[in-house]
């Protein structure tokens, strides 16, 4: 993208100090924006602005456009508790943020958690079905969102340098040098995140409504962990992992605290999720990072070099 077209513009960019914000908020300052960085702690660049999304109304004086990325993410403990705090950020959040927003073009970055899971390629008007406080708000926040008339974009596992999500979790999955993956091995589309800060960018052209976005095929789900950890994965009946999430599950309601399995996990593993991008394409949006592009240019991240 040339600088050109985003001189002079003041993009605000809310969850600017988090993994995908921070690449947001260098991506719109390369492109030549000035960044306004929204939330707890100061972004990567340019100025910050405080804001708790679970109390205030955040301070968009100035701002051209904004990108919506501050969010409650995880895999919580089951519970009322859990589901309030998610709600607070994801859903009260969102509306205080389109309290301050006003007419400004908004893009509101979303999940693919909001999906039921499919066997076949998954499109914008597939049935919601969060399974979690995550997937639900979610849902909900992005509801307000699009009456509000901004550009949702619904992302899926979204990984690259300084992941603290995804990749850390597969590698604490080694057991016995193994992993131990439910049923058979399945496709599943991930998003490198300069993929979804390019949509982020090119998204402010974009007509209301939601977008898929991913990196363009999808991926072995076997292959991408036995790269990413360096051991095999090894298959085991889905119904020894149910039986697993159940008691994992149970004891996160003990200790409060996330789960190491829990039927959300589990249906990540075991139900293909592919999303179709296509809507975003016809946009002129096409993803030019991929899984191998990341294993080749960050070589800690391979498990070749790290076991070498």
Avoid at 117 to 134: F, K, M, N, V
Avoid at 258 to 267: F, I, N, Q
Avoid at 272 to 294: E, K, M, N
Wanted: hydrophobic share 45%; aromatic share 4%; glycine share 8%.
């Amino acid at each position: 993208m040339t600088p050109g077209p985003w001189r002079g513009m003041r993009v605000a960019v809310t969850g600017a100090s988090g993994f995908c914000g921070s690449a947001v908020a260098r991506a719109a300052a390369a492109a030549g924006a000035q960044v306004i960085c929204l939330g707890r702690r100061p972004g990567p660049l340019g100025e910050h602005r405080p804001w708790d999304a679970t109390r205030t109304v955040p301070d968009l004086t100035g701002a051209d456009l904004i990108v919506h990325l501050a969010a409650a993410v995880g895999d919580p403990p089951p519970g009322r508790a859990a589901a309030a705090r998610f709600h607070q950020v994801n859903v009260d959040g969102t509306a205080r943020l389109l309290e301050a927003a006003g007419d400004r073009p908004l893009i509101w970055v979303s999940s693919a958690s909001v999906y039921a899971p499919s066997p076949a390629p998954i499109r914008e008007d597939h049935p919601r079905g969060g399974l979690t406080a995550y997937g639900r708000t979610k849902a909900a926040g992005e509801s307000l969102a699009l009456a509000a008339g901004a550009v949702v974009l619904r992302p899926r596992a979204v990984y690259g340098p300084g992941d603290p999500h995804l990749l850390p979790r597969l590698r604490r999955a080694v057991r016995g040098g193994r992993v131990l993956m439910p049923g058979p091995d399945i496709q599943l589309s991930l998003t490198a995140v300069e993929n979804l800060a390019d949509a982020c960018l090119a998204a402010r052209a974009w007509p209301p409504g939601a977008y898929n976005i991913a990196d363009a095929i999808p991926y072995s789900r076997d292959a991408t962990i036995a790269a990413v950890c360096g051991v095999p994965v090894r298959h085991v009946p889905i119904p020894v992992t149910r039986a697993a999430a159940a008691l994992s599950t149970a004891l996160s309601r003990l200790t409060r605290q996330e789960p190491t399995l829990s039927r959300y996990a589990l249906e990540q593993l075991t139900a293909p999720v592919v999303l179709d991008i296509s809507r975003a394409r016809a946009q002129g949006w096409h993803p030019t990072r991929s899984f191998p592009d990341y294993l080749a240019t960050h070589p800690a991240a391979s498990a070749a070099t790290r076991t070498a």
